[in-house]
């Protein structure tokens, strides 16, 4: 059965609006590159402005915005909601996420705009469920410093280019600048209300993690030797052992990998394990408080047993002591 002349018209202009909006999703284009790239649609004179106008207009009728650059002449459209059918179970979901990523949190500025967008396709009922308070709150550590965003720019763009990078740290434990010429970024990370960058240092000969606020500012360069890439965390097998209390309610998986469960007939449990680094191991320990014990490597043992003796000397002096007096 044949289209009529009114139908075959109304199929074209709806093809042709279909184009120009995936056309404009990708990247901001100019009237010339819109007839290059939809050269059966669209001529690269005023015929084709007026149509594009117009276009645009119809596109915009249908909740799409569209950005016009004066400047470079470009035009190119962002979704002005998200339209989907949300169960409730969704919206609570989502729900949880915006009260969770607040200022501070990473990408909280990002995942906030997508919301309003998801709020915005909302009909009347399910923005009630979606404005609901979460049962269940989800406490997400904040950055409690303010890493430059231009920092974590820089890296990303070397992780994603495959490129090493040199830059200088400010340790925490030394007042020094330490210089690092050739660094391969693994993996960036956010802990404890910190920014870390994973990195295989080629100076050192093995992974190491640093802090973003600890990278000097404006010191990071890309170099254009690529990544290798194959490189491994070192890791610690070690031990330690639950006092009763804690042994009974089962062992928390605080670490990378628990190997080995060892009762002990005082109701304790000696726990194996393996994690990446002393300085997380042993922070990760003194969480449990007076209720855990680093058994080995005696090393490891001996590097806690400092901590808690400088630990018992704070607590040993007056209240108001300085360690000056």
């Given at each position: 059965?044949?289209?009529?002349?009114?139908?075959?018209?109304t199929?074209?202009?709806?093809?042709?609006?279909?184009?120009?909006?995936?056309?404009?999703?990708?990247?901001?284009?100019?009237?010339?590159?819109?007839?290059?790239?939809?050269?059966?649609?669209?001529?690269?004179d005023?015929?084709?402005?007026?149509?594009?106008?117009r276009?645009?207009?119809y596109?915009?009728?249908?909740?799409?915005?569209v950005v016009?650059?004066?400047?470079?002449?470009?035009?190119?459209?962002?979704?002005?909601?998200?339209?989907?059918?949300?169960?409730?179970?969704?919206?609570?979901?989502?729900?949880?996420?915006?009260?969770?990523?607040?200022?501070?949190?990473?990408?909280?500025?990002?995942?906030?705009?997508?919301?309003?967008?998801?709020?915005?396709?909302l009909?009347?009922?399910?923005?009630?469920?979606?404005?609901?308070?979460?049962?269940?709150?989800?406490?997400?550590a904040?950055?409690?410093?303010?890493?430059?965003?231009?920092?974590?720019?820089?890296?990303?763009?070397?992780?994603?280019?495959?490129?090493?990078?040199?830059?200088?740290?400010?340790?925490?434990?030394?007042?020094?600048?330490?210089?690092?010429?050739?660094?391969?970024?693994?993996?960036?990370?956010?802990?404890?209300?910190?920014?870390?960058?994973?990195?295989?240092?080629?100076?050192?000969?093995?992974?190491?993690?640093?802090?973003?606020?600890?990278?000097?500012?404006?010191?990071?360069?890309?170099?254009?030797?690529?990544?290798?890439?194959?490189?491994?965390?070192?890791t610690?097998?070690?031990?330690?052992?639950?006092?009763?209390?804690?042994?009974?309610?089962?062992?928390?998986?605080?670490?990378?990998e628990?190997?080995?469960?060892d009762p002990?007939?005082?109701?304790?449990?000696?726990?194996?394990?393996?994690?990446?680094g002393?300085?997380d191991?042993?922070?990760?320990?003194?969480?449990?408080?007076?209720?855990?014990?680093?058994?080995?490597p005696?090393?490891?043992?001996?590097?806690?047993?400092?901590?808690?003796?400088?630990?018992?000397?704070?607590?040993?002096?007056?209240?108001?002591?300085?360690?000056?007096?």
């Amino acid at each position: 059965m044949s289209e009529s002349p009114g139908s075959q018209s109304t199929y074209k202009v709806v093809d042709r609006l279909l184009a120009l909006r995936d056309l404009l999703h990708q990247e901001p284009c100019t009237l010339a590159q819109i007839s290059d790239c939809l050269p059966e649609h669209y001529t690269d004179d005023e015929s084709g402005a007026r149509k594009l106008r117009r276009d645009l207009q119809y596109l915009e009728r249908w909740s799409y915005q569209v950005v016009r650059d004066k400047t470079a002449k470009t035009y190119v459209l962002t979704s002005a909601r998200i339209e989907y059918d949300w169960a409730d179970d969704d919206l609570t979901a989502l729900a949880a996420l915006r009260e969770c990523f607040q200022g501070g949190a990473p990408y909280a500025d990002t995942l906030q705009t997508i919301l309003e967008r998801v709020q915005d396709g909302l009909d009347s009922r399910q923005q009630r469920v979606f404005a609901r308070q979460p049962k269940l709150k989800i406490e997400l550590a904040v950055a409690e410093e303010r890493t430059p965003a231009a920092v974590r720019r820089k890296l990303e763009k070397a992780l994603d280019e495959h490129q090493r990078i040199s830059f200088k740290y400010r340790p925490g434990d030394r007042p020094q600048v330490t210089e690092h010429p050739d660094d391969e970024p693994l993996t960036l990370g956010f802990e404890d209300g910190h920014y870390y960058l994973l990195a295989y240092c080629y100076k050192m000969g093995k992974v190491l993690k640093y802090r973003l606020d600890q990278i000097v500012e404006g010191s990071i360069e890309i170099l254009p030797q690529h990544a290798v890439g194959g490189w491994k965390r070192e890791t610690i097998d070690f031990q330690y052992r639950l006092l009763p209390k804690l042994a009974r309610r089962g062992v928390s998986l605080r670490f990378q990998e628990i190997m080995a469960y060892d009762p002990q007939k005082d109701g304790s449990m000696i726990v194996t394990a393996r994690n990446y680094g002393e300085f997380d191991i042993i922070r990760e320990i003194l969480r449990y408080g007076e209720q855990a014990e680093i058994v080995s490597p005696p090393a490891l043992r001996a590097k806690m047993k400092r901590v808690v003796e400088q630990m018992c000397a704070l607590y040993g002096r007056d209240e108001g002591q300085t360690s000056g007096e």
